[in-house]
């Protein structure tokens, strides 16, 4: 059975840090490519930043470029997202997301297995 379960949200003042992790079991991880996605209260998924199956290739959406770092480490089947310079229009739940595909993507119809997400709240 897969399971994502993501750990390390929580409540941050604005300018705060948190680290998030996502562990992963039940399927091939090291073949996986992996995301981080967010949903904002009453909006949509977004996609934020992304790694692919190596750890080779990263990429993170332009909203949080120079404050978010994805990493993973696949001796232990897990994926990070490191954020800093946190501001009250990161409050979203944070899900972390695998594709199975042949080349890394953005495309989230294109993964396969969800975690339950974790909540990350930006407030003074």
């Known amino acids: 059975e897969v399971h994502l379960v993501e750990s390390g949200g929580g409540l941050v003042q604005p300018g705060g840090s948190l680290r998030l992790s996502c562990a992963a079991s039940?399927?091939?991880?090291?073949?996986?490519?992996m995301s981080w996605v967010r949903q904002a209260p009453g909006k949509g998924l977004e996609w934020v930043s992304g790694?692919?199956?190596?750890?080779?290739?990263?990429s993170s959406a332009d909203f949080v470029k120079g404050r978010f770092t994805v990493s993973r480490d696949n001796a232990k089947n897990t994926v990070y997202l490191q954020m800093a310079s946190l501001k009250p229009e990161d409050t979203a739940v944070y899900y972390c997301?695998?594709?199975?595909?042949?080349?890394?993507?953005?495309?989230?119809?294109?993964?396969?297995?969800w975690g339950q997400g974790t909540q990350v709240t930006v407030s003074s």
């Open positions: 039940g399927f091939t991880f090291s073949n996986s490519h």
């Open positions: 997301a695998a594709a199975s595909t042949r080349i890394w993507t953005i495309d989230l119809s294109k993964y396969d297995f």
């Open positions: 790694i692919d199956s190596g750890g080779v290739t990263s």
